[in-house]
């Protein structure tokens, strides 16, 4: 395996379908290549979207994932279902017509350049807020126009007081409709125009969902403040009346691998389809997958639009993966790969002692991310929900039950039945990323409690090409981009070795070393800091990456705020350094 593992985020498989923190099926496929044999059984305790079964599937190879979401398991067994290309596309095509039928073209607009009727490609919406001078509404989109699209002149049109999104939100007014038409072969913008056709959600039935104030995602997404509490008020009504109904026809299609796959493809609709998905004077800016953040000027899309588009990117997933088996199977086995998917418990993995191979997984990084919560964006559609009490996450607020030292405790027990259920002499790798000292040390305990070893020479760097939203907004990147996959093997009952303190000097002259060596991010040399100091046998208790960044800023480094990548500044080297 090499030191750093580059893959793009553009594969088909990882196309098709959204998911937080997806590993992409070529950074996941040369380690099955190296640790397990063809034929072999390869194991995913913290599935999530299944993309271990995916690469193993396309390898040969024979999988058993278990996650306790509902979602993921959704999602898992959907990209591994291969289905007749035909046959699925007939069949979104009729669901589609059955859906117009029932609502009428809930997309047709005036087009006010010919006058003939044209069809709705996406409307541009915004907040309208309350001036905290004359408390009349203002227009968010509309002050920012007049503004010159800058910011911090926006005002009231009434009262010249300054305006800006922090106003309470007292309303959403369209602003800008891109249509098709046939006077003209591109889509073009106009002001929003009365509706064609009406929409009575009275008469649909569609998902009654809350987002509740104990979950994590409902303090940090500000949804109290927003009014945004439940799935069904983040869409339009028009969107919500479509989704609901094409859902309803989804469900009466008789051919259970077809109409799981429709599923797939309208539950990746999702959140491109609701108010989530961000509007941008130079592109659409997509919806965050990790918060539940709607923003000032937001786009409705057209439904019919996004669903057409992913029956296309299923069809390449599928395609992908079969291209790929074709290879390594008999065509009898072609369209069948041995991937199963349960829900369950990472520690309490439902598999006979010695039965796998090798392990692959990907656990949720302590409070980075709350999947549960964000999943239920797309399970209020499904037929169940993730339990979150089962979740191995840490709460951020002080009161929450899901503590660090519950999620060390479940990390070390699933560690503990990987090695259980692994056969002698195999390997686990988990992927980890986190910027907090103190989590990695908790990886250390959890690993050496579960009668593990980390392999020192199989510490692999990740690079899925990605930055934090916090890194490109300030320059400044604290937040972990980076993965660490660790490879593991049973200690057979072997004392961990005791772990060295490791004191400023050290810490700092190896910061230096690296940066001098090899300056590309602050988040690589944070990850390049803690494979040093577990090669070497250090606590990593102290290496926080906020301070490594300090450290590289206070010793003449600039970090370009485009890329992240490292410079050496005007600034005099050799100031205190950590």
Same mark, same amino acid.
């Given at each position: ?8 985020? /553009?594969?088909? @498989? ?45 390898? +040969?190879?024979? @999988? ?82 007049? $503004? ?39 889509? #073009? =913008? ?16 569609y998902p009654r969902v809350e987002i509740t104030p104990d979950r994590q995602m ?9 009014? %945004? ?16 109904? %094409? ?22 609709c999702l959140t491109r389809a609701s108010k989530r998905y961000q509007w941008s004077?130079? #592109? ?10 709607? @923003? ?8 019919? =639009? ?31 790969? =041995?991937?199963?998917?349960?829900? +369950? ?20 990084? +302590? ?10 964006f797309q399970e209020a559609w499904l037929d169940g929900f993730t339990d979150v ?5 840490? =709460? ?26 692994? #056969?002698? /002499? ?21 690993? $050496?409690? @579960? ?73 690589? %040399? ?23 960044? $300090?450290?590289?800023? $206070? ?24």
């Amino acid at each position: 395996m090499p030191e750093e593992l580059s893959v793009g985020r /553009g594969d088909p @498989a990882y196309m098709a379908h959204a998911y937080l923190t997806k590993v992409p099926v070529p950074a996941i496929q040369p380690f099955i290549d190296a640790y397990s044999p063809p034929g072999g059984v390869v194991a995913d305790p913290f599935a999530g979207s299944g993309m271990t079964g995916v690469a193993a599937a396309m390898m +040969g190879r024979k @999988a058993h994932l278990s996650d306790i979401s509902v979602l993921g398991q959704h999602i898992g067994r959907n990209f591994v279902n291969l289905v007749n290309p035909e046959q699925f596309a007939k069949h979104a095509e009729e669901v589609v017509r059955a859906t117009q039928a029932d609502l009428g073209d809930v997309y047709a607009v005036e087009c006010t350049a010919c006058g003939h009727e044209g069809t709705l490609a996406k409307t541009v919406w915004s907040i309208v807020v309350e001036c905290p001078g004359c408390t009349q509404p203002v227009n968010y989109y509309r002050s920012m126009e007049a $503004a010159g699209w800058r910011k911090p002149d926006m005002i009231c049109d009434k009262c010249q007081t300054p305006v800006s999104s922090r106003n309470r939100r007292v309303g959403e007014e369209p602003v800008l409709d891109s249509i098709s038409s046939q006077c003209t072969a591109t889509q #073009r =913008d106009q002001e929003p125009t009365a509706r064609l056709t009406h929409i009575d959600l009275a008469k649909i039935d569609y998902p009654r969902v809350e987002i509740t104030p104990d979950r994590q995602m409902y303090k940090a997404s500000a949804l109290g403040k927003s009014g %945004l509490t439940t799935i069904a008020s983040f869409y339009s009504d028009r969107n919500l009346a479509v989704l609901a109904t %094409l859902r309803k026809h989804i469900a009466k299609v008789e051919d259970p691998a077809i109409r799981s796959k429709l599923l797939f493809a309208f539950t990746a609709c999702l959140t491109r389809a609701s108010k989530r998905y961000q509007w941008s004077r130079q #592109r659409p800016l997509n919806a965050a997958n990790a918060n539940y953040y709607v @923003a000032a000027v937001f786009y409705e899309w057209n439904v019919y =639009d996004l669903f057409s588009r992913k029956i296309k990117a299923v069809l390449k997933s599928d395609n992908y993966v079969r291209t790929a088996r074709r290879s390594r199977v008999a065509l009898a086995d072609l369209d069948a790969p =041995d991937v199963k998917y349960s829900i +369950g418990s990472a520690d309490d993995i439902a598999l006979e002692t010695g039965s796998v191979d090798y392990i692959f997984t990907d656990p949720p990084f +302590g409070s980075n991310l709350f999947y549960a919560d964000m999943a239920l964006f797309q399970e209020a559609w499904l037929d169940g929900f993730t339990d979150v009490d089962q979740e191995a996450v840490i =709460d951020r607020s002080k009161s929450g039950k899901r503590t660090a030292e519950r999620y060390e405790a479940l990390l070390t027990n699933a560690l503990r039945e990987c090695n259980r259920v692994l #056969r002698s /002499g195999g390997h686990i790798s988990m992927v980890f990323g986190n910027s907090s000292g103190s989590v990695w040390a908790l990886i250390q305990r959890s690993i $050496a409690n @579960a009668g593990l070893m980390i392999d020192p020479d199989k510490l692999v760097v990740l690079n899925k090409g990605q930055r934090s939203v916090k890194g490109l907004a300030s320059g400044f990147e604290d937040v972990a981009t980076l993965d660490l996959v660790i490879t593991m093997r049973n200690a057979d009952g072997g004392v961990p070795a005791t772990l060295k303190a490791v004191d400023r000097k050290t810490v700092a002259a190896t910061i230096q070393k690296l940066a001098n060596v090899s300056p590309a991010t602050p988040s690589h %040399l944070y990850l390049e800091l803690l494979r040093t100091g577990i090669r070497d046998g250090w606590e990593l208790d102290k290496l926080d990456l906020r301070d490594v960044t $300090a450290a590289l800023i $206070a010793d003449g480094w600039d970090i370009d705020p485009k890329t992240g990548r490292l410079s050496r500044g005007d600034a005099v080297a050799g100031g205190e350094l950590w």
